[in-house]
Structures are given as C-alpha cells and as structure tokens.
C-alpha cells in the first residue's frame, strides 16, 4: 500500500488551496502544489485532491473497481465508502474519459439544497490555456480558454444542456498528472 | 489633534490577568480541587455534563472551577473540550431497564413492580439555610449511603444481599403496564444497529426526527426547557394534567464493540436521569384514546431537566399528530432553535461588541432623513378651504 | 490535564467537511450551504464562523489580518489574533496588502483587495429573510424557487413610508443574478467593493451553521429600484486624522458637549495615508 500524505494537516490544507484557488477561478490551472505518489490508474492530482477531501461521511463512486488498488488506496486513507450507484456519489472519479459522455446520470442535488450534488473528477491526457474551449462566468474576468485532451465536444455540449437547471448541477474537476483545472455549474461553455 | 484610541491588545491581556486573580480570590483562603467539586458540588458538574454534552466528571469540575461557577461558561468550556475528542464509535444504546437505580418514583401509582425508592432528593428537605457547619461524621462505623455503594467499584456480594438492586438487572418499567394492557402504543422500534443521527455533526433541520429532537432537549439550557415546559403547563400547549410514570436516577452500563474484538464489551457506565411523562389522548381519527408518553434522559441527577425534557418531547410530536400547532412549546423550529446555551449566551453577549460602524450607518441615515422630512415641513402648507 | 491541539484548533476531520463546504459555496455564488459548525473556544456571536473558516484555510505561509469595524487593534479582533497566534503560529500583519487572508467584521477594507487575498467575514444571522420569514422552512422555500417577492414589497413598504430604502448596513445584494445575499452587517457604503472584486470573499455563521461565498468576478448587485436607485451613505467631513474624504467615516464625541469630530473606521489605511502625507 501507497503511503497517503507527507503531512496530513499541510499537505490537505495545500492542496484544498489550489483547488479553492481553481473553483473560484474556472479555467486557471493550478498546480497541487505538493509531491505525492499516487497508485498506477489514478493521476497525482486526483488522488491529492480526494486525500484532502475524502472521510467516511462521502460516498465515491469510480469507474476503477472497489477492490482496484487505486480505491483500496484511497479507503485506506480516507474511509470513505463506495458508491456503486453514480446518483449516491458525493464525489467521482472519471478515469477512461474516452467512456465520459454525460453528467446526467450524477447527482445534480435538490432546489433546497443543490449543495447536495456530486463533484465529478475527471481525467484527461493534458490540460492548457490554448484551446478552442472558451469558458464565461462568474470567477472570469472577461473570458478564458482551455484545451481538455482526450475530453469529447460531445460531452461539454451535453453539459452545457445542464446549465438551465442551475443551481442544480454537477461541478467538474479536469486533472492530468499535478494539474487541475475546474468548471463548476457557474460556467458557461462554449466551443469555438 | 485627536489620535485613534489604540491599546486594545494590552486591555485584553489586562483583563484577562484580572480574571485570573478574582477566579483565585484572597490568597490566604485555601483552593478548591476538583475532587471537592465533584464529591461536593456534584449536581453541578451533573448538569454541566449534560448541557456540555460530555460525560466526563473531572473535566467538568475543572471547567466549574474554571468558571468560577458560571455554568453557563462551564457548560461552554466542556462543549469547546468536546469537539477536539476523536470518535473511535457507537456504544450500543444503553439500556435503562437495567439501570442500577438510587432513586424511582412514581406519581401515578401508589406502588410500582420493584418498588418506590425515595433516595436522595431536596424534595423533602426544609429550605433553610444550616449557617452552622455539620459536624463531620465519623469516617468508619457508618453503613454507607446506597449511592455510595453503588458508586464504589468494590461492592461486596454481601452489600448486594444487604438491600442494594442487583446490578445491572431488569427492573419493570411503570409504562410497560400500561403497555400491556393496551392502553398505551407499544414502544418505537429499537435502535441497535441502526445508524444514529447525530446532532454534532449535522447541522439542525426542521421538521427534525425524534432522535434529534431528543438529543437537542438533552443538551439544552435547564432554565430554557423549564420555562417552555411550565407554558405547557398553564395551558399553552397542554389542555390537560400531565402525570409523571416514572422518575429513575441511577447508573447504566455502557457497551461498545471494537471493530477489531467484533463482541461487546463494557466500557462503565453513567449516571442518568429517566422520565416517563403520561398524557391522556382522547383519540382522534387515526388514533384510538389511550395514553401518550413523553421522555427524557438526560446525564447524571437532574430531574427538573428530565421532566422537563418528557413534557416537551411530547408537545413537539403535536404537528406528526395532527394537533395543531399553537403555541411555541409546540413549535419544533421554535423550541429546537433556541433552546441552546452556548449559542443563545454568545448571541445576545456579542451586543457587547462594538457595533459602531454599523450604527454610524443607522446615524447618517436617520440625520438625513430627519433633514429631508425638516425641509419638507418648511414648505408653506396651502391652507385648507 | 495537558493537551496537544491540532494546527489552528479543528480537527482535521472537521476541517475537511467545512473545506468541502467551502468549495460548494463558491460553486454556487450567494447560496448558503449549511454545515456541521463546531464548538469553538470562543463565544457564539464572536466570530465563530468566520474562526472556522480561517482555521480551515490557513496553511503556515499565510499572512493574516483581522479587523473588526475596520481596525486591527478592537478588543475581539486582538482576542481572534491571539487565537490563531497561540494555535496555528502564523504570521499576522495589520497591513492590507500583505496579508493573504483576511477575517472581518463589518468592514472591507478601504485598501483595494487582490487577486490572492481570501477575505473572510464572520455572519451573525446569513438569512437575509429573516426578518421577513423567520421559519427556516419557509425562507429556504424562498430561495429555492427565487420567490423573493416579499423582499421587494419590504423596500417598497420603505419607500412608500420613508421616500427611500431604510436599510444602512446588511443591506441585500443580488449574486449572480439568482440568489439574494446578506452581506453580513457591512455598512452598505462596502457593498459597491463585492461587486465584481478580484478576491473571493467567503462567509461563515458558526452559530447558525452556515458557508456562503463570492467568487471573483462576480455580479453583486445591492437590491434597488429603477426610481429609488441604491445610494451610499456620505460624510460633509471629510478624515480628521488622513483627511480622507473617500472612506467611511467612524464619529468620535470628544467631550461633554457633543462635540463630534469624523476619522476613517479603517484605521490601518488612515495611518498608511497619513504617514504618505507626511513625507
């Protein structure tokens, strides 16, 4: 078994900065800003980031199997439960994203309480600031672009049908090696 | 040339050192331990651990010492201890009906299966202040009280056979009487096993489960659930007398099985207070007339609290009943949301905080539109034809 | 008895649930996400939520500022400071712009903010409705389908007695167009400062059990009407000490008489701007 953190109190406290530094600003990637070794199937920043965030009250769903290394891994560390049904999950893991074709099936939460909805992470072969993905909203200044390898045009449009549901929706973490890059329900996407 | 008023962090550390000596007093007056308080002022650390939500006798009596018998601020100090204690899991729920009992009573029946046990209450006391201290009781020769027995770990087989309740065994709830004979609903469903709500880590909704609701009242404020409970009784919530079933203080064992053991073992036990409180229902369409219960149980000796705590647990099933709600002893977000020391005490304290810029807004806008309705009124009023 | 407690206080289990808190409030601009508040070892009423909010954000780079009504040197602002002195041995500053979190009551600060700056605001009631529909019940109803009519009747209940919104300080705002937001009780001459900051701004009632946040570049809108445009409060003096006459004035009575005089309630800008005068 992998170790976990180095540090759990500094480790957990870095990488939820970078992150909250990445929701409150869609499109700007972020570094996790510390070294860690995660199992073979999960990327370093999305282990760190369900390290950090993880605990026996969330409930995650994964396409990797529950008794994949990688999840063993993450119970290990965080005791969180396995979610076998994507609608349960508070977070996900989405590792083959070329199997990503929608967010429908996560759940978006309630009118009362659309905190109550799934963080989807996702993985992709590499993210930049240079692609045709122009992302509008709250956190952006006037506009920003992104490049999601590996991530189908298919999928963001069938997102973008879920925007009208706001504040019900799914908030979406990109991440690729020790980056990350968010798209929270806020977020207006737009193919160029 | 005025210079903005600077010195706060050196009042701060003042007043703290002033708290420090007034907590100590005179030096020449000897110290109080917290075994004192404990042994001494035992009600106190009881309602201390209740409303702190701890069942932990030497840190409560430090946090009275430390209070200098606020209990509000102890209760608050014990609360601030008891959210940085690691969870290692559920005790199995504890049950009651094996309570190693110093005192029951019941209103309702003359005699009860097991019998009536007075033990010790101030009910019977005379209040009058005794100005001369007691002289001490010899410390050998006397037959120690049933408490004390019980309290020690070393009682004998002989002290069980001289009159004690044997520990730990079933001893007839008054209730179960009445359940049997079909004149009240049999008892909810029991817990074991099921995950329990908890009211620590979720923050409060309503319209809240019994369980919550439970374990709100069981926290709150003595004088809050007293106060609200007598409303009931003047007619504010209640349009009948209320009878007490059963009064029970004594120990329960708490068990816990470790993940890693995978069987029960005990982990002590805690003294409880236990209250039936009996209404009578006249029935209504979807319940045929009988009697209703109300609850409580609350940490170590507090009656007041526990009966309290029934006749509101009853009041508060009024909406799952159909019973209008009226009156605020009723009303679930009412009662639940309010009855809390720690947060009431900070809420209506924090007035003492300064609030000046806030109240430089309300200035300015009262000046101006003071000014503006001042120049109105100077505008000649046409007279009236 | 001797204890060993965790960097700044909480536990890290509880740190956990209020940063996952934290990161749903800013996806979701203005709505309150409820959460498990803690105990903590100062009073409900004091700052509880935003304490919580910091211990949970502080890491041992930060550089931390805490003011109350606008200056560094108020009594709980001082008690807060020693809090995370003693638990967390971070840095702490009064100077705005070196400071990467800041913990608030009542002000923002007359310095602009920046992109890296985390400002926290301690909330005693986050229910902007509550004065208008106390039961928790019914407000969430409110909010869930945006059913903010009653507030609009409320300032125009003003308006039809008054001739204006009388509302000084908590004064409503509009986020991103959905949710209406209490700004804590800021004086609503700081409401214009939300309005599409470059910092992210986070609110915690610990008493009340609640998170909501302001993402960067984000609408922030102080509830008005077409006719009965929003207005800030303004001062004929202008800073007796700096001679500001763009910050909010706090009123000083300096003797028996009344005799008023005005000095910034930012006290740490009004010495910046003071000692720059004087060179």
Redesign the interface.
């Known amino acids: 078994m992998l170790k976990g953190f180095a540090s759990e109190v500094f480790d957990s406290q870095k990488v939820f900065r970078q992150l909250l530094a990445a929701m409150a600003n869609p499109g700007r990637i972020m570094d996790i800003g510390i070294d860690l070794e995660s199992p073979e199937f999960i990327h370093p920043a999305a282990g760190a980031i369900l390290l950090a965030l993880l605990d026996f009250e969330t409930p995650l769903w994964s396409d990797l199997e529950n008794d994949s290394k990688e999840i063993q891994w993450l119970r290990f560390h965080t005791g969180a439960p396995y979610a076998y049904a994507k609608r349960n999950a508070l977070f996900a893991l989405q590792t083959d994203y070329d199997a990503l074709e929608s967010v429908d099936q996560f759940n978006p939460g309630t009118l009362e309480a659309p905190h109550q909805s799934t963080t989807l992470i996702v993985h992709t072969r590499g993210v930049d600031n240079n692609g045709r993905i122009r992302l509008t909203g709250p956190g952006i200044q006037t506009d920003k672009f992104l490049k999601l390898k590996g991530i189908k045009e298919s999928f963001l449009h069938q997102r973008t049908q879920t925007l009208k549901d706001y504040p019900l929706g799914v908030d979406l973490i990109f991440v690729w090696d020790h980056y990350l890059v968010s798209i929270p329900r806020t977020t207006s996407v737009e193919i160029l | 040339m ?8 050196a ?2 550390a003042n007043s703290r050192k002033l708290v420090k000596r007034s907590r100590r007093g005179p030096l020449h007056i000897p110290k109080i331990g917290t075994d004192q308080v404990d042994h001494q002022l035992g009600l106190a650390v009881d309602r201390v651990m209740a409303e702190g939500a701890l069942y932990d006798r ?2 409560a009596a ?1 946090a009275i010492l430390q209070s200098q018998g606020d209990m509000v601020e102890a209760i ?1 100090l014990l ?2 201890f ?3 204690l ?1 969870r290692f899991g559920n005790s199995k729920p504890v049950n009651t009906g094996k309570m190693q009992v110093i005192r029951r009573v019941s209103g309702a029946f003359k005699d009860i299966p097991g019998g009536q046990i007075l033990g010790p209450t101030y009910d019977y006391t005379h209040r009058l202040i005794e100005f001369e201290d007691e002289p001490e009781p010899p410390s050998r020769g006397i037959q120690p009280s049933r408490e004390a027995q019980i309290d020690s770990d070393s009682t004998s087989p002989d002290q069980e056979l001289a009159g004690l309740a044997p520990r730990f065994q079933q001893l007839p709830w008054v209730v179960d009487i009445l359940r049997n004979q079909g004149l009240m609903p049999p008892a909810s469903e029991t817990l074991i096993g099921e995950a329990v709500e908890d009211l ?8 809240a489960s019994r369980s919550i609701r439970l374990q709100n009242l069981a926290r709150g404020d003595e004088g809050f659930l007293l106060g609200t409970a007598y409303s009931l009784q003047r007619g504010f919530g209640l349009d009948r007398h209320p009878f007490l079933g059963e009064l029970r203080v004594g120990y329960v064992e708490l068990t816990y099985t470790p993940p890693e053991l995978g069987f029960e073992i005990s982990i002590g036990r805690v003294k409880v207070t236990e209250c039936f409180m009996i209404n009578r229902n006249d029935g209504s369409e979807n319940r045929s007339p009988g009697f209703e219960n109300g609850y409580g149980l609350v940490f170590g000796q507090n009656e007041r609290k526990a009966m309290s705590m029934s006749l509101l647990d009853r009041s508060l099933q009024s909406a799952e009943e159909g019973v209008e709600v009226k009156y605020p002893a009723q009303d679930q ?1 009412f009662v639940l ?1 309010h009855s809390d020391n ?2 009431s ?6 007035l003492k ?6 109240f ?6 009262i000046r101006n ?1 003071t000014k ?1 309705s001042q120049k109105k009124r100077k505008v000649p009023v046409e007279s009236s034809v | 008895m001797s204890l060993q407690y965790n960097f700044a206080y909480l536990d890290e289990q509880s740190k956990k649930m209020i940063r996952r808190s934290i990161l749903k409030a800013m996806a979701i601009p203005g709505f309150q996400v409820p959460f498990g508040g803690r105990e903590m070892p100062l009073p409900y009423g004091w700052g509880t939520g935003g304490i919580q909010l910091t211990a949970s954000l502080l890491g041992k780079e930060d550089c931390l500022k805490v003011i109350d009504q606008g200056s560094d040197d108020t009594t709980n602002a001082v008690s807060i400071k020693d809090f995370f002195k003693k638990t967390a041995r971070i840095e702490i500053t009064e100077n705005t712009e070196d400071a990467t979190i800041i913990q608030t009551r009542h002000r923002i600060p007359e310095t602009p903010l920046t992109p890296q700056q985390i400002m926290v605001y301690q909330v005693p009631i986050p229910e902007p409705l509550q004065f208008i529909e106390p039961k928790r019940q019914e407000n969430a109803k409110m909010h869930a389908f945006s059913e903010y009519g009653t507030m609009y009747v409320k300032l125009y209940e003003d308006i039809a007695r008054h001739e204006r919104i009388a509302m000084a300080f908590d004064y409503p705002v509009h986020v991103n167009g959905r949710y209406i937001m209490s700004p804590s009780p800021i004086p609503k001459f700081d409401n214009p400062k939300l309005h599409q900051s470059c910092a992210m701004h986070i609110f915690g009632a610990g008493r009340e059990k609640r998170i909501y946040a302001v993402p960067p570049y984000t609408d922030v809108v102080s509830l008005d009407f077409e006719d009965y445009p929003f207005e800030l409060e303004e001062w004929d003096e202008s800073c007796a000490i700096c001679g500001s006459d763009q910050t909010f004035l706090d009123e000083i009575i300096t003797d028996d008489e009344g005799t008023r005089m005005f000095v910034c309630s930012d006290t740490e800008f009004c010495s910046r701007v003071r000692q720059k005068g004087k060179r």
Do not use: W
């Open positions: 005025y210079v903005a008023v600077k010195g706060g962090e009042a701060v030497k840190a430090q608050f609360r601030a008891r959210t940085t690691k620590t880590r979720e923050p409060l909704k309503v319209p977000e949301s720690v947060e005490s900070g809420f209506v304290q924090h905080l300064p609030h000046y810029v806030d430089q807004s309300e200035l300015v806008f539109y503006d």
